[in-house]
């Protein structure tokens, strides 16, 4: 609990789980409400990156999801039946058609942030790579709408006390 409470300037929080290849992404989306500190589901992606867009000035609460209320149970519990990982507030929302990835190392010790571009065909792994792509291909930037700022390659803080125990001994490797 007092956990939670420390980590409260940056409650939003993504569970991770294995993907493909024994890769971990993140499968659940949540953030922390401001008045009670339960944790509240959020149901898209979508949703959870405007909450967090704008997290310091407008703080998540209860209220904000429909149909819930600081007085309802928590969805979720901060705990060690998944593995959390912290991310950081005001993260600029996604620009349209582009797909940000959190992507967990296989030895759990780091999280790997790149963008998937509209066209499919290229991983933006640094702001180098954003700005050679806009360059590249101004037709998925019409209105000259997006730019660097639109990018984070911020990687979320992985709560070490909520990795599995067999992987806690591995933690640092590069
Ligand atoms: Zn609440």
Redesign the pocket.
Do not use: I, T
């Given at each position: 609990m007092k956990k939670i409470i420390t980590e409260k300037t940056t409650p939003q929080q993504p569970k991770m789980q294995p993907e493909i290849g024994g890769k971990k992404c993140v499968e659940i989306w949540s953030a922390q409400?401001?008045?009670?500190?339960?944790w509240?589901i959020i149901p898209s992606e979508d949703e959870y990156e405007e909450i967090r867009s704008k997290f310091i000035e407008d703080p998540f609460?209860?209220?904000k999801k429909a149909g819930v209320?600081?007085n309802d149970g928590a969805d979720i519990e901060y705990d060690k039946s998944r593995t959390w990982v912290i991310d950081k507030p005001n993260t600029p929302k996604t620009p349209a058609g582009f797909k940000r990835r959190m992507v967990m190392r296989g030895c759990e010790s780091r999280i790997d942030c790149y963008y998937k571009t509209p066209n499919g065909k290229k991983q933006l792994r640094s702001p180098t790579d954003v700005s050679n792509f806009l360059t590249s291909y101004p037709e998925y930037n019409i209105n000259g709408h997006i730019s660097l700022q639109h990018f984070s390659f911020n990687a979320p803080k992985i709560m070490q006390d909520t990795l599995p125990p067999t992987s806690a001994a591995a933690a640092p490797k590069d």
């Open positions: 409400c401001g008045e009670c500190f339960k509240r609460v209860c209220s209320c600081c």
